[in-house]
């Protein structure tokens, strides 16, 4: 892969830029945070798209921009390939939006993701990557941020093998000692799971004969009731035929019994009847004379004329009831006219001037009108004295006639009174009449009934053997159903017991086969397991060990080689023991990575990231990014000396396209092309 331009838009501190890549070394020169370090991540950021910790959006797309891209050309196998990714800010967050690669002019669209996965198949990396957050392969060798550069050195031996593991594709060895050993430790844990299930399987085996052997002593008892129980049921049967004769006998018997005791019941009603009808006719007797008696002195009255009389009183009554009205309004209207009088002669007597023509009012004429109005009350008065003796007369001949009415309607009383004796006179006559008929019915009846009884009871003394009969068949019965009982209670008792018993032979025949497929299971899981632990196991570990000394063998050259050219110091050497860790000699003695100066830690670490690319390269023949490497600051803490030593790595690196930031001014005249970065406010500018 040999990177050819770059766009960027919105993307840290730069707005719109467009940066040329030639073949060769290139060196992006700048001041420290100009923005050199931008390209390389903008670099990643296309083939890969954003990565969680290790490359956020947040941290590539410019303050205050809602969008940005990068779009990339580069050429890969004599193909030219252009990539473009977008950035988009949201409201909480900043996302990846679709992008597009275009490969021999045709454009394909695809999210973060597909397009990672077009990359990763372009560049042969392996395909686990997509769906990892860290492209390791790139960054060991390709591209290593500056702040990553050394910290391979520090990091924990185990961590340092794992990520080698990783980076070389070999970590699935110990991944299969890891699955391994958790699969061993599963079938350890099934095994004794297994050996539980089948700890009991003799004694289960043991059950199921004895349970077997009580089967056929259920069958043995069973075959000897079984006869016994069909004779008594035989027996059973007759003694049934006999008692249904006896049972309609009985029934027989049992209606005679009622019919004579229903006519013994109508005989005692008849009898009860007959002598309370007769008390009844005496005592209707007794009444019907004294009533005749009492009638008889009696004064007969025409109902009728008293009841016409009657309505001459009350027709009397309503018009002196009026009478004594209109005489009460006359007395009224004088008693009006009297007052009206009186008070204009009181008023005249009392007015000198007239109300209306405002005229003097005359003596003489005060004097006619008082004297007129006298002798208007004069005559009021009379009359009023006249008619107050006419309404007293009126009152006392209306309360005669309503008396004179009281009279007569209780006189209408007594002869309504008479009128009802009469009557229940009548209905007495009549009802004595009807109990001396009904008395002549129920002499007849009681005869009819005497003869019945008599009939019954012949009948009855015939059947009189047949309770005594039923009760012994009864009795017989009731014993035979009670043996049938009990053997019934003992077969069925039997039939129970042997079916738990055939339950119990299944459900242990049952567990027997699942523990017998078990012990077969059992003895597959410790085939499997002595396999994994004697053969599996060993082989994972030669093969890695095998896999791990060729690659120690180069790495462990290349890395004293790399280090041989950048430290040209006898005093000091380096070389990697069996776990890849730098061992560093210095006057024949080992010290730690710590103790080195800055420049000499910097070589270290370049050296071993110069070997490990590689190395990588070389075991990894399918990756198609070994045309290229980019170097972030490589040279810091670098003397003089070392920076010229920096010359001859490059020249020896054989590597189509070079990449490397720095500040170092130095390095500009060892290498093909320079591109400065300068930024002004705070934007990030290209100039050649």
């Not at 392996?126 to 390709?142: A, E, H, I």
Request: aromatic share 4%; glycine share 4%.
């Amino acid at each position: 892969m040999i990177i050819k331009s770059l766009k960027l838009e919105n993307i840290r501190s730069y707005l719109d830029a467009e940066i040329n890549f030639p073949g060769g070394s290139t060196l992006l020169a700048g001041d420290i945070g100009s923005g050199k370090s931008t390209i390389l991540l903008a670099v990643e950021f296309a083939l890969f798209g954003a990565k969680g910790k290790d490359l956020p959006a947040s941290s590539l797309l410019r303050h205050g921009k809602k969008s940005g891209s990068v779009e990339m050309k580069f050429e890969l196998e004599g193909r030219e390939i252009i990539i473009k990714r977008v950035l988009k800010r949201g409201k909480e967050s900043i996302s990846q939006e679709a992008g597009y690669t275009i490969i021999d002019g045709r454009k394909k669209e695809g999210t973060a993701v597909e397009l990672k996965t077009d990359i990763l198949n372009l560049l042969g990396y392996p395909k686990q990557l997509v769906s990892k957050s860290k492209d390791m392969v790139y960054r060991y060798t390709v591209y290593t941020p500056q702040e990553e550069m050394k910290q391979i050195l520090f990091e924990d031996k185990d961590i340092r093998l794992d990520t080698l593991r990783r980076v070389f594709n070999i970590d699935k060895y110990k991944r299969v000692r890891e699955n391994s050993a958790i699969i061993i430790h599963y079938l350890k844990e099934k095994r004794k799971e297994y050996e539980g299930k089948i700890a009991d399987l003799e004694e289960k085996k043991k059950q199921k004969i004895k349970q077997e052997e009580e089967i056929k002593e259920h069958d043995k008892r069973v075959s000897e009731l079984k006869p016994k129980l069909d004779a008594i049921k035989e027996k059973i049967k007759e003694s049934k035929k006999e008692m249904e004769k006896t049972e309609k006998q009985l029934n027989e018997l049992s209606n005679l019994r009622r019919e004579f005791d229903l006519s013994e019941l109508r005989l005692r009603n008849n009898l009860e009847k007959r002598e309370k009808n007769k008390k009844r006719a005496e005592e209707l007797k007794e009444y019907i004379d004294e009533l005749k008696k009492e009638l008889s002195e009696k004064e007969k009255i025409s109902l009728e004329e008293l009841k016409k009389e009657m309505a001459e009183k009350e027709n009397q009554i309503d018009l002196m009831d009026i009478t004594v009205k209109e005489i009460l309004k006359k007395i009224s209207v004088f008693k009006s006219k009297l007052t009206d009088s009186e008070e204009l002669k009181k008023k005249i007597l009392e007015v000198d001037e007239c109300p209306y023509c405002r005229q003097k009012v005359a003596h003489e004429h005060k004097k006619t009108i008082s004297e007129n109005e006298g002798r208007n009350i004069a005559e009021f008065e009379e009359n009023i004295k006249l008619h107050t003796k006419q309404h007293i007369d009126a009152e006392n001949k209306l309360n005669s006639l309503k008396k004179e009415l009281s009279e007569l309607r209780k006189k209408e009383g007594r002869l309504s009174v008479f009128a009802v004796k009469l009557k229940n006179l009548e209905e007495k006559i009549k009802d004595r009449e009807i109990i001396e008929k009904e008395q002549d019915k129920i002499k007849e009846e009681i005869g009819k009934v005497n003869k019945n009884k008599l009939e019954l009871n012949e009948k009855i003394k015939s059947l009189k053997g047949t309770e005594e009969e039923s009760k012994k068949l009864k009795e017989k019965t009731e014993k035979n159903l009670a043996e049938e009982r009990e053997l019934e209670l003992k077969l069925n008792s039997l039939e129970r017991d042997r079916e738990n018993t055939a339950k119990l032979i299944d459900m242990l025949d049952k567990e027997i086969k699942e523990k017998m497929i078990i012990k077969g299971g059992l003895n597959y899981l410790m085939q499997v397991q002595n396999w994994m632990e004697e053969y599996l196991l060993n082989l994972t570990i030669t093969m890695e060990k095998h896999v791990m000394l060729q690659i120690h063998s180069e790495f462990d050259e290349l890395f004293q080689k790399w280090f041989g050219i950048l430290m040209e110091d006898e005093t000091i050497s380096v070389r990697l023991d069996d776990e890849f860790t730098p061992v560093i000699e210095q006057n024949g003695y080992e010290t730690a990575v710590e103790n080195l100066s800055g420049g000499e830690r910097t070589s270290v670490a370049l050296s071993y990231r110069l070997a490990l690319n590689k190395v990588i390269n070389d075991i990894i023949g399918e990756i198609k990014t070994k045309d290229i490497i980019m170097l972030d600051e490589p040279t810091d803490g670098f003397s003089t000396d070392q920076l010229d030593k920096l010359r001859d790595v490059i020249g020896q690196l054989n590597v189509k396209q070079i990449i490397i930031v720095s500040h170092e001014s130095k390095i500009e005249s060892f290498v093909d092309t320079i591109i400065r970065i300068n930024k002004n406010e705070h934007v990030s500018e290209i100039s050649a």
